[in-house]
C-alpha cells in the first residue's frame, strides 16, 4: 500500500537550516511527481514545494520561494527538503505527499524558536 515516512524534523533557531527526508512505498515513486505540505497549528494544511518525476521542474509556495528547496532521489524512493534562513512562521508539521487522497504519513515536526 501507499506510504510516507517522513523524518529530519526538529528545533531549530531563527536563521538556521535543517533538511527533512520522506521515503515513499507501494507505487512507482519515479512516475511522480510529489510535494511537500506543512501544517501549523490552528491553520489549515498548506503546500509547500512539488517537484515533478524527472526532478527538472520545482514549484514553490510564496512564502518559502529562496528559501526552500525541494529535490529527489528516485533509486531511493525519496523526496527532500532542504529548509534555509528559516523564520517563526515555518513553525508546523511537514508532510510529504503524492496525491493529497493517499493516505498521509505521521509528518515531521519543524519548531522554529528565536
Known amino acids: 500500500q501507499v506510504r510516507f515516512v517522513e523524518s529530519g524534523g526538529g528545533s531549530v533557531q531563527f536563521g538556521g537550516s535543517l533538511r527533512l527526508s520522506c521515503v515513499a512505498s507501494?507505487?512507482?515513486?519515479?512516475?511522480?511527481?510529489m510535494n511537500w505540505y506543512r501544517q501549523a497549528p490552528g491553520k489549515e494544511r498548506e503546500m509547500v514545494a512539488r517537484?515533478?518525476?524527472?526532478?527538472?521542474?520545482?514549484n514553490y509556495a510564496s512564502s518559502v520561494k529562496g528559501r526552500f528547496t525541494i529535490s529527489r532521489d528516485n533509486a531511493k524512493n525519496t523526496v527532500y527538503l532542504q529548509m534555509n534562513s528559516l523564520k517563526l512562521e515555518d513553525t508546523a508539521v511537514y508532510y510529504c505527499?503524492?496525491?493529497?487522497?493517499?493516505?498521509w504519513g505521521q509528518g515531521t515536526q519543524l519548531t522554529v524558536s528565536s
Open positions: 505527499i503524492r496525491f493529497v487522497s493517499d493516505p
Open positions: 507501494g507505487f512507482t515513486f519515479s512516475n511522480y511527481a
Open positions: 517537484i515533478l518525476p524527472t526532478g527538472v521542474i520545482t
